[in-house]
């Protein structure tokens, strides 16, 4: 079974989660965790590290690639998400259905309420059957994704900035490149959002601003158009 990896900071939402997975993930799926308290599960195999990172991407770095020692794939979950009973099991059967299609992916995230893009529910397309829309039962490629609850895996992986905002946008074009596809399942997940770096979001923007511009001045002039 595909491992879980989460990688908290102030365990502010983790316990929610924790419970959710508790309650919705098959027993056998190991769960890595990277936080500053030891973490359990009364069923599930927990593997706990603690990383002394700042930012969010060099955090998630770490993790990955302890996960990598020994597995070639894993579940990435952000602290602040709970699962739905089904998130775990549809993600991993559109992973499936990809992989035997034979196409060359870099990760396949969740659908969800809190996230930019396509990925948003709230830009579903289509007729709007009964609570959802008509996409929402689809795999949909797209160009950008958040690695809020996203698989991936060892052969394809890219390093994420060791930045918070923006990070995402930098790993996507870099799969990209790479010729890899990314694609939002139709797996969903609650995430509650801005709980570990709040919600001053030009404060966030200007926090990831000097490593942009140190290192990748390409996309700094994108985002700060100087």
């Not at 500053?36 to 603690?50: G, M």
């Not at 609850?149 to 490149?177: G, H, M, R």
Request: hydrophobic content about 35%; charged content about 25%.
């Amino acid at each position: 079974m595909t491992p879980i990896g989460i990688c908290s900071k102030n365990e502010k939402c983790l316990p929610v989660l924790l419970k959710s997975i508790e309650l919705y993930v098959p027993e056998d799926v190991e769960v890595f965790i990277t936080s500053p308290n030891i973490q359990s599960l009364p069923k599930h195999k927990v593997h706990h590290f603690v990383h002394t990172y700042e930012t969010g991407g060099a955090a998630h770095n770490f993790m990955a690639h302890k996960i990598f020692e020994t597995h070639d794939d894993f579940v990435s979950i952000d602290d602040d998400v709970v699962l739905n009973p089904n998130t775990y099991s549809v993600l991993m059967d559109d992973v499936n259905q990809l992989k035997s299609m034979g196409i060359k992916l870099g990760i396949v995230a969740g659908r969800t309420n809190y996230a930019k893009g396509y990925q948003n529910i709230r830009k579903g397309e289509g007729k709007l059957y009964s609570l959802g829309y008509e996409s929402e039962n689809l795999i949909v490629e797209t160009d950008y994704l958040a690695g809020i609850v996203a698989w991936c895996q060892k052969s394809t992986w890219v390093d994420i900035a060791p930045i918070d905002w923006y990070s995402d946008d930098l790993q996507c074009n870099e799969f990209i490149k790479k010729d890899c596809k990314l694609f939002i399942s139709r797996a969903y997940f609650h995430h509650v959002g801005s709980q570990t770096f709040g919600t001053d979001f030009a404060k966030c923007k200007e926090n990831s601003e000097n490593w942009l511009r140190d290192n990748r001045p390409d996309m700094h002039k994108k985002y700060f158009g100087s």
